[in-house]
Nanobody, 115 residues
C-alpha cells in the first residue's frame, strides 16, 4: 500500500505560476512511475505529466512548454511546476503512484485560474 498526498493548489490569475507537490509514503525507487492527472468539471480525468522510475517523462500536449515535472528522491516527492497558467487549466489535480501491482491515487488539489 502506498499513500499519496498532494499539495500546492490554489487560486491564481492567468499567466501566473503554481508548483504542486506530491509525496509518496514509499521510496520513489520502489515505484515504477509517478504522474499528475487533472479533472475539470464535466470532463474525464486526463494525463498532465508522468515520470517513470527511469526518469522517462511524458507530457500531455496541453502541458508541453508550460509545465515541468521533476522529482526529489530524498523526499519521496514529485513536483509539477506550472507556468503561464490559463483558465482552461482549472481542474482538480491528482497525483498517482504506480508499482508492479496497482495504481495509488491521492485526494487531489484544486487549481483555479481566473481570467
Amino acid at each position: 500500500q502506498v499513500q499519496v498526498v498532494e499539495s500546492g493548489g490554489g487560486l491564481v490569475q492567468a499567466g501566473e505560476s503554481l508548483r504542486l507537490s506530491c509525496t509518496a509514503s514509499r521510496s520513489l525507487f520502489a515505484l515504477t512511475a509517478m504522474g499528475w492527472y487533472r479533472q475539470a468539471p464535466g470532463k474525464q480525468r486526463e494525463l498532465v505529466a508522468e515520470m517513470t522510475s527511469g526518469s522517462v517523462i511524458n507530457y500531455a500536449d496541453s502541458a508541453k512548454d508550460r509545465f515541468t515535472i521533476s522529482r526529489d528522491n530524498a523526499k519521496n516527492t514529485v513536483y509539477l511546476q506550472m507556468n503561464s497558467l490559463k483558465p482552461e487549466d482549472t481542474a482538480v489535480y491528482y497525483c498517482n503512484a504506480k508499482d508492479l501491482v496497482r495504481v495509488y491515487w491521492g485526494q487531489g488539489t484544486q487549481v483555479t485560474v481566473s481570467s
